[in-house]
């Protein structure tokens, strides 16, 4: 049962990934049926996943908590190389977006290219940066939310630029 489970679950990520990558080209009346059809598939399923994938595709939008939901219920890795699995994991894609970087900087190819290449990296980022709070107890709300209060306070001290977190 948790193979089969496990099976949806990757199959409702690969629908929400190519949504989310081809409705931007998609004409309109298309666009809806096509959200129409994935609605459907959604509100057929009862996992966590789906529910959350229902949501993000009828809003457009997700909260923090509801992603960082999600990205729980579709991580597949050992527990006891959660951290291994995770920091390395997070190493390798940041990499892969460095080198879909470089390799516009060589003149591969133009930035809308680039924009879409970087937008999956990106996303395999933030699926990492995810998890790594989940499995560190953390919120990625509060991290977002400590973040900026760090960036606001150097700004209104002038040490926005320099070295090191205490400045």
Known sequence: MKSIKNRLQNTELALLALWVNIRSDMPKGIERV????????????????????????????????KYQEFTQSVALYPKEMEDAYLSTGLA????????IYAKYFRGDF?????????????????WFLSQICNSLDFSLQDILEENVNKLTSRKERGVIKGDGDER
Not at 111 to 121: D, F, H, N, T
């Open 92 to 99: 390798a894609e940041a990499g892969e977006l460095c080198t």
């Open 34 to 65: 096509v959200e129409e059809m994935m609605e459907d598939y959604f509100k057929s399923q009862i996992s966590l996943g789906s529910k959350i994938t229902t949501s993000f595709i009828k809003n457009k939008t997700m909260e923090l908590k």
């Open 110 to 126: 133009d930035k809308e290219v680039l924009k879409g290449r970087a937008s999956k990296e990106i996303g395999d980022v933030l």
